[in-house]
């Protein structure tokens, strides 16, 4: 085995016990240094208290925002830490003053609660959602956005760059590129793509970019963050509901806001998350996020081949380019069952489901699917156990 895989392993107790999970799109396992850096806080709390713990923490702290900055390729000034994802974008989208008539432009793989999101402006406020249409092979058309954005006046575009239902990546930059372009801001969906797929804000030409810890990232659960890029910044870009940690109180009807990417986090934040992420990033950046992202997709690449061959499967990923989330329908028996039965193997995926991506999942005539997905320290050996395990299954059936 290879000396690097062993000490990834070595460094992922469950992995080392013989776990076989395959569940990084929904929460990865941590590594043992993102682990100790939140139990060593969490007992510093304990010991002389939580106000007293953050503040002896500080400079650990500042340096969690200096690796999350480094893994975007962005300033610390440029990240907001935030509870999870989707409160980084909903965040995002209460910095816009969104009023009838006003058009927000998406894709059809967009993720559920950004959708309903779109849809809740939509019924309040009169909002337009707008869809752009996909190329043949899969994810959205980049011409499509620019054809609307020639049409039509548009006050937003929204992308998910990696949906949760499926592998497929799509393709942001030349989505930025035309955003930026056009003069529209972009919010970037990055949930499912932080940890697996190198990123550059740069490069992407984003306003905006939405990112949880827990999944490809190998964090915690319940920590997140934002980037809100210096033009965000310099435009006066805030939430709608700002608090004390990003503003200050001048005078009775008078603030003024935080300069940098705080003025959109809360004042209360749970520090041992936050070091946890901190140290998440620091982890990724030395395993390498592409040579992560390569191994990751390989070994869904792998499975794929291997679930495509099994009578009784059905493979739904789709698109140009496919990455570490793979979706398969088992026929004759309910995804549920099928997930139920790989954990008490020992095996751990998940389910997606219409109701999480309707448009897509209704393109695709499914109503559920297991969701296989695999990162750099999960071995071929465990890929063939979980196709074996399916492929008995589905002949079960």
Not at 9 to 31: C, F, I, K, Q, S
Not at 224 to 229: E, K
Not at 255 to 275: I, P
Not at 283 to 292: E, H, K, N, P, T
Request: with cysteine.
């Amino acid at each position: 085995m290879d000396p690097r895989l062993t000490r990834w392993r070595a460094e992922t107790p469950a992995a080392a016990a013989g776990l076989v999970h395959l569940n990084n799109a929904g929460a990865a396992l941590m590594p043992t240094p993102v682990i100790e850096a939140i139990e060593s806080h969490l007992a510093a709390e304990v010991r002389c208290g939580g106000y007293e713990a953050a503040e002896a923490a500080a400079p650990r702290i500042a340096d969690c925002y200096d690796d999350v900055a480094r893994l975007v390729g962005a300033a610390a000034r440029n990240i907001a830490v935030v509870e999870n994802a989707t409160a980084a974008f909903a965040l995002a989208l209460s910095a816009f003053d969104f009023r009838p008539g006003d058009r927000i432009l998406t894709s059809r793989n967009d993720y559920i609660s950004n959708q309903l999101m779109y849809l809740s402006l939509a019924r309040r406020l009169r909002v337009e959602v707008v869809r752009a249409a996909d190329l043949p092979e899969g994810g959205v058309d980049p011409q499509s956005i620019a054809d609307i954005l020639a049409r039509k006046p548009v006050k937003l575009v929204a992308l998910t760059w990696v949906p949760t239902n499926s592998g497929l990546v799509q393709r942001a930059e030349d989505v930025g590129a035309t955003c930026q372009a056009a003069g529209v801001p972009f919010l970037l969906d990055a949930c499912q793509a932080v940890g697996q797929l190198p990123i550059d804000v740069g490069a992407l030409r984003c306003t905006f970019l939405s990112a949880t810890a827990r999944k490809f990232l190998r964090g915690p659960r319940g920590v997140g963050f934002l980037y809100v890029s210096d033009a965000a910044l310099a435009d006066g870009r805030a939430p709608l509901y700002v608090d004390m940690r990003g503003a200050r109180w001048l005078a009775a009807d008078d603030y003024a806001l935080t300069e940098d990417a705080t003025r959109f986090e809360n004042w209360e934040f749970a520090y041992a998350l936050l070091l946890g992420l901190g140290e998440a990033a620091r982890y990724a950046l030395q395993v390498g996020v592409a040579q992560a992202g390569e191994r990751a997709a390989h070994l869904a690449a792998l499975a794929r081949v291997r679930l495509a061959a099994s009578d009784g499967v059905r493979v739904l990923d789709r698109g140009g380019r496919l990455c570490a989330i793979v979706t398969a329908e088992v026929a004759g028996v309910p995804a549920q069952d099928v997930v139920r039965e790989l954990r008490e193997w020992g095996i751990n995926t998940s389910v997606t489901s219409r109701e999480t991506a309707l448009l897509d999942m209704d393109d695709k005539r499914a109503t559920a699917a297991v969701r296989i997905s695999p990162h750099y320290y999960n071995t071929e050996k465990e890929i063939e156990t979980a196709v074996a395990a399916v492929r008995a299954l589905a002949e079960n059936a």
